[in-house]
Structure formats: C-alpha cells, structure tokens
C-alpha cells in the first residue's frame, strides 16, 4: 500500500495552461504539505495544511491554490503556468503538524511547462 | 529559504568505505532529521534527532548532533552501491517547518 501517492508522475503542459496535482494519504496523518524541488535539487515548502487548515503559506505567487477536502487530501492547483514553474513537486504528511516525527513522501509530479 | 548547507556537495566512495556527511543550520531547532533521496524519487526518513540528543544509530547510520556548534554529521559505515543517492538535513524550529538543507549526493561504487 502506498502511504503518500500522487498524480499524475508527470506532466507536461504549455505556457498559460492550468493544472491540478493531486495527493493522497492513507497513514492517517493530521498534517500534509507541498514542497517543491528546483533543477537543482534544492527543496523548498510551499504550504501546509493541518486537519484541512491552511497553517503554512510560504511566499508562493498565488496562481497556486492548495485545496484540501478532507485531511486526507491535499491537492495542489495552478493557473496561468509559467516555465518557471518547471520543477519536482513533492507532497509529504506528518502525524501532527509539531514535525516531531518523521515525514513522508509522496514519488513527485515532474511538470514541465513548455 | 534554506535553513542548513551541506558539506561536501558530492562524494564518491569505494564500496565498503565510510561516507560522512555534515549539515550545518542556522536556527535553533527542536529535531534535525535526515533523508535519502534515490535518483527521480521521493525522500525517504533515514532519522531524526532530537535537540537534547547527540548521537543517534539506526542499523549503518551514525547521526551525531553539536547545537552548540549548529551542526550535524551523518555517517554511513561499510557503504554499498545501494546506498548511492542524495542525503539531506532538514531542520524544525519553532515553526514548526521542516527546512531542507542542500544536500549531498553520494556515489559508492562497486
């Protein structure tokens, strides 16, 4: 079973589109976040949400919209993609939003915008 | 903003040979954890300190911990070539984030 799944694994869309990535988690987890990772390999977090409430919002351009349904959930929203955009985006949850247990990770959505 | 650096950025070993690793941070902190990150793949939690601790051991990994010095090292003892991957710290603080460092790409070969 996987414990943090997204989708898609990959995706490749043009300028000015917009598009969904989706997570999942079935460890029970409180916490979940978005992280993304830049060509080189640098991670840096996005958002984090804490039993469906926004607790993390780093300094992201907000075409990104994260949307979490339940606190299994938390899917991540773009508008109007630019190349810069082109990156790893990596989900991950945590049993409490404390961060005094591990992390996991979902496998990344590669996107690239052309 | 990245919170740790990581020292070296690459190092490549002979099979059965120690790997070290260091991170160092910036903030105070409640743990640092560190991850492995195989080739296209997700992070995986290799271990966590927390900051009352100093030295850690799970199976070939020897995680040390200076909060006065604001660093860590991540040892790998008799390495294999399936340890070849990417190695980063990640530090929580009062905030409760998890901050990646840089990383470290480890290469054992055969």
């Known amino acids: 079973d996987t414990a943090v799944s997204q989708t898609p694994k990959y995706l490749v869309t043009q300028m000015g589109n917009d598009k969904s990535i989706k997570c999942e988690q079935n460890?029970?987890?409180?916490?979940m976040y978005w992280y993304k990772q830049d060509s080189k390999k640098f991670l840096k977090i996005m958002f984090s949400?804490?039993?469906?409430?926004?607790?993390i919002n780093e300094t992201v351009p907000n075409r990104f919209s994260p949307k979490s349904p339940d606190k299994a959930h938390l899917n991540l929203h773009i508008n109007s993609l630019e190349l810069g955009d082109s990156a790893v985006y990596f989900c991950?949850?945590?049993?409490?939003?404390?961060?005094?247990?591990?992390?996991?990770f979902g496998q990344g959505t590669r996107l690239t915008v052309v | 903003s990245q919170q740790g650096e990581e020292d070296p950025q690459a190092l490549s070993i002979q099979e059965g040979e120690n790997a070290t690793m260091n991170c160092s941070y910036k903030?105070?902190?409640?743990?640092l954890q560190w991850y492995r990150q195989n080739s296209g793949r997700g992070l995986v939690h290799l271990i966590l300190?927390?900051?009352?601790?100093r030295e850690k051991h799970s199976g070939r990994l020897r995680v040390t911990l200076d909060t006065s010095k604001k660093s860590s090292s991540l040892l790998i003892t008799a390495s294999r070539a399936a340890d070849t991957a990417s190695y980063f710290c990640?530090?929580?603080?009062?905030?409760?984030?998890?901050?990646f460092g840089s990383g470290t790409r480890l290469l054992v070969r055969p």
């Open positions: 991950a949850s945590s049993r409490t939003e404390a961060m005094n247990t591990e992390a996991f």
């Open positions: 460890l029970g987890h409180d916490t």
């Open positions: 949400y804490n039993n469906k409430e926004l607790i």
């Open positions: 903030t105070s902190i409640n743990n």
């Open positions: 300190i927390r900051s009352n601790e």
């Open positions: 990640a530090t929580v603080d009062s905030s409760y984030k998890l901050i």
